[in-house]
């Protein structure tokens, strides 16, 4: 796998991406207080990639994916989608832009309209960027699109409510794929459903990026569902990105130590193997408006040290594998 350090080669990066959210005064006099929601992240994803952003709730992992969609404005920093900062972008050229870069949701009921039928929701951009299309294109592209997502037709003339939530996320699918995007961040996509049908959406959602050659931002808290899904994993703690790196290289020797803890919180299936010592992570995730001095990590980490807490460590590169720890756990 290609480590981007310089970023050239990737589809979309990032440049040292913050979002400090400033929140309510109160009273006259009062500290004004800030939510460092995300902070200096910088990641890049190559063309028909997929990867993984995994994390605790609360890391910045959905604020991160919606800044590289322009869904929200930075405080400072970069998204560069084929080398163009998007931030840079006018209105005009946003919503021609958007056209290549859509996010899958994570409820499937709250992202669809409930006053609509499914037919109108999937029309609805193909109306907005091709608004010479006729009706009748509009109809068969909808077919199409339901077909390719594994509904019938009939689906058409159906009300999100009438759907199970796994439908109503293929519909949420189909509704991302209408104007073949090159980029789609998948946003916790399938933590709202049943497993058996997570399973399904998952399959779906592999044979979809093989067959539109999709680059994918999987968003999860979950890394039982990325060991076969993603290329490569970023792991964020409070704001950070502390460690990213080919998959089958951090689930096989994680390099700090939150990623270690992250790791052994994962069902083992083997009932054979269930009997190992798991690591249990003490302490609750710091609060992003009082963010710890030095290194983010240092309240909870076992492996604490003074130049920890004093001097906040940088992200490092070897090989192909990057992480921001002062003491990382190599072999």
């Not at 190559?46 to 605790?56: H, I, K, Q």
């Not at 680059?215 to 999860?220: E, G, P, Q, R, S």
């Not at 309240?299 to 940088?314: F, G, M, W």
Request: glycine fraction near 6%.
């Amino acid at each position: 796998m290609t480590r981007y350090k310089t970023m050239e080669d990737a589809l979309i990066s990032t440049r040292n991406l913050t979002k400090i959210f400033p929140l309510s005064t109160g009273p006259l006099g009062r500290k004004k207080l800030f939510v460092h929601a995300v902070e200096d992240v910088n990641i890049s994803i190559a063309n028909r990639e997929t990867l993984a952003l995994v994390g605790e709730s609360g890391c910045g992992k959905t604020t991160l994916g919606r800044l590289m969609l322009r869904l929200i404005e930075p405080t400072k920093g970069e998204v560069l989608f084929r080398g163009q900062d998007i931030f840079s972008l006018d209105g005009e050229r946003m919503r021609s832009l958007r056209r290549n870069m859509q996010i899958i949701f994570q409820d499937p009921y709250a992202s669809l309209d409930p006053r609509m039928r499914i037919l109108d929701i999937l029309a609805e951009p193909l109306k907005t960027h091709n608004k010479d299309m006729s009706k009748r294109d509009v109809v068969e592209k909808v077919r199409e699109l339901l077909s390719v997502v594994g509904l019938q037709e009939s689906a058409m003339s159906g009300f999100p409510h009438q759907f199970s939530g796994g439908q109503r996320q293929r519909i949420g699918i189909a509704r991302a794929l209408a104007l073949n995007p090159e980029f789609v961040v998948c946003d916790e996509a399938v933590s709202a459903l049943d497993v058996s049908i997570r399973a399904q959406i998952l399959n779906l959602l592999m044979d979809l990026k093989e067959r539109f050659n999709l680059t994918l931002l999987f968003i999860t808290h979950d890394l039982s569902v990325v060991s076969f899904l993603s290329d490569r994993i970023g792991v964020m703690y409070l704001g950070k990105c502390v460690e990213i790196g080919p998959t089958a290289e951090i689930f096989e020797q994680p390099l700090h130590p939150y990623t270690l803890f992250l790791l052994s919180a994962v069902p083992i299936p083997d009932p054979h193997a269930r009997d190992r010592a798991k690591l249990i992570l003490k302490g609750d995730l710091p609060s992003p408006v009082n963010v710890p001095t030095g290194c983010r990590f240092h309240t909870r980490c076992p492996y604490l040290r003074d130049i920890c807490i004093s001097e906040e460590p940088q992200m490092q590169y070897v090989g192909n594998r990057g992480f921001a720890c002062h003491f990382p756990l190599f072999k």
